[in-house]
């Protein structure tokens, strides 16, 4: 089975703080995506990588980057936290060899900006 | 630009009656259309999906789904509710561009009466 992994579940920062959010998957998938997710308004893409140092903008990338050093791993930064960052936050993977792919998800990490 | 809409962000029904949850989208390409489920506290898995060939797809846990290019709909159903069913499904579409982006609907929270 595909799994994705991130590194916490619930995370409490401060404003201003440079946080990091850590994905990992275990199935040598090409494509990686960060998403966040807010009531009424499903997942929204905020960056996606098809390849290790790539990195393409989402709908919606301001106030974050990303970093992919290996292909089984992709981080997303906030560079100083604010608090219309409060979110679920999910990582998905797909193969990358057809655009039908499926996109698997980790369990999300809700993060609260105080 | 591709979008989503679902109707409802909030569908009740009583165990053993007919589930619908309705999707429509806007493509400027022949869309490839998917169902995702996220239960409580976890990512979201793979309900079916629709890619070419027959409209009518079937997916995991009794689930199906019509395509309807006439009317740009994808509506889930079920025939009879289970509490399990008990989630947040969202409707989302590609374009099958080679990063496999998808765009997502705002979710639907299905409730299931005992």
């Known amino acids: 089975d595909v799994k994705v992994t991130q590194s916490s579940r619930y995370l409490v920062k401060r404003t201003g703080e440079k946080v990091f959010l850590e994905c990992v998957q275990d199935?040598?998938?090409?494509?990686m995506f960060w998403y966040r997710q807010d009531p009424g308004l499903g997942l929204r893409l905020i960056y996606f990588?098809?390849?290790?140092?790539?990195?393409e903008k989402g709908d919606i990338p301001e106030g974050y980057s990303v970093s992919r050093e290996k292909k089984e791993r992709f981080s997303l930064i906030l560079e100083s936290a604010s608090t219309n960052q409060t979110s679920m936050y999910l990582c998905?993977?797909?193969?990358?060899?057809?655009?039908?792919?499926?996109?698997?998800f980790g369990p999300g990490t809700r993060l609260t900006v105080l | 630009a591709q979008s989503v809409t679902q109707l409802g962000s909030h569908v009740s029904v009583s165990e053993g009656a007919l589930v619908l949850l309705r999707c429509n989208y806007s493509?400027?390409?022949?869309?490839?259309l998917f169902w995702y489920v996220q239960y409580p506290n976890q990512g979201l898995q793979l309900l079916l999906k629709?890619?070419?060939?027959?409209?009518l797809v079937k997916g995991i846990n009794g689930f199906e789904a019509e395509f309807k290019k006439s009317e740009t709909s994808f509506h889930l159903t079920k025939p009879s509710a289970h509490m399990s069913d008990a989630a947040e499904y969202f409707c989302?579409?590609?374009?099958?561009?080679?990063?496999?982006?998808?765009?997502f609907g705002g979710g639907t929270r299905l409730m299931v009466k005992p």
């Open positions: 199935m040598d998938h090409e494509n």
């Open positions: 629709y890619t070419t060939g027959a409209t």
């Open positions: 989302a579409v590609s374009e099958g561009n080679a990063g496999n982006m998808l765009t």
């Open positions: 493509s400027s390409v022949p869309p490839y």
């Open positions: 990588s098809y390849d290790v140092k790539m990195k």
């Open positions: 998905a993977s797909s193969p990358g060899v057809s655009g039908t792919d499926e996109q698997f």
